[in-house]
């Protein structure tokens, strides 16, 4: 059994325990029926996921040119704080940066393993945590748009972690720690003309994930073109792939690779 296409993060659905999907464009596979079962990846070239360029991908699932010209790639996505679609001030494009960054947005405190603070589009809720394998999470901000949601975060981040210990999440190693408490404790961090955005909702959201077997000491697992890897799949959790003998494979960061998908070959 074989599936083959365009690599794009694996979309995911909140259950008990999460769902997860990697979705071509003539076919998909619910991952989580093939756990404890031997899946082989191998990387046949590249499609640039702007111009569909055939050259290696440079970074986010780009290649070399559209990272750097795309709208789908601007600084204001890693750095919301950047954000000027709200000023009318495009940065690559205008159009398409006020349909993102021009709606509601959410700071939240996830724990990834320790409690760290981020931002994402309110319509990301609760993707954005099962992306990051976070076991549970709190929203504690609702701006109207990105770039408060971006000035929040600045400020929210100079006393809390804006960072996930990837090793740590992948290994399931956690911080004892309480979210409520540590939510309104981040309220002092926060500047006094936003504090009329702060969330009083008390659920803290758990994330269950598929996983068998958790690796202790997690070894990066990276495809290029002409190469392929094999392993008993043991689980899945944020955007990795995690396999035997500690190996584990960051599905995401593979955007724009073209796999072929072998299972029990």
């Known amino acids: 059994m074989y599936f083959n296409g365009i690599a794009k993060k694996m ?6 325990e999460v769902n997860y999907f990697i979705e071509f464009d003539k076919n998909f596979i619910h991952l989580n029926q093939f ?7 191998e990387c046949l070239g590249y499609s640039c996921l702007s111009c569909s360029s055939s050259d290696e991908i440079f970074r986010q699932g780009f290649c070399k040119s559209c990272f750097f010209e795309s709208p789908l790639a601007g600084d204001w996505i890693m750095k919301p704080e950047l954000s000027k679609a ?12 006020k349909r993102i960054q021009l709606q509601p947005h959410i700071v939240y405190l996830s724990n990834t393993g320790s409690v760290k603070v981020g931002i994402t589009r309110k319509s990301q809720i609760p993707i954005r945590w099962i992306d990051q394998g976070a076991h549970e999470a ?7 748009n990105r770039y408060l949601a971006g000035k929040a975060e600045v400020a929210i981040k100079k006393y809390l972690s804006d960072k996930t210990n990837w090793r740590k999440m992948l290994a399931n190693k956690r911080d004892n720690v309480n979210l409520l408490s540590i939510k309104e404790q981040s309220k002092t961090y926060v500047p006094s003309d936003m504090l009329h955005y702060f969330n009083k909702k008390s659920k803290v959201t758990k994330i269950n994930f598929p996983v068998k077997k958790y690796p202790e000491k997690p070894k990066t697992v990276k495809l290029k073109k002409g190469t392929k890897f094999s392993g ?5 959790k944020g955007q990795y792939l995690l396999f035997e003998n500690d ?6 960061s593979h955007e724009g690779h073209i796999f072929k998908i072998n299972f029990n070959d």
């Not at 709200?86 to 940066?97: G, K, S």
Request: aromatic share 4%; glycine share 2%; charged share 25%.
């Open 86 to 97: 709200h000023l009318n001030v495009a940065d690559r494009d205008l159009d398409y940066e």
């Open 232 to 236: 008993i799949l043991q689980g899945i």
């Open 11 to 16: 979309t995911s659905e909140l259950l008990p």
């Open 138 to 144: 709190i929203e504690i901000i609702e701006t109207p």
């Open 247 to 252: 190996h584990v494979l960051n599905y995401r």
């Open 35 to 41: 756990l404890e079962q031997k899946m082989t990846i």
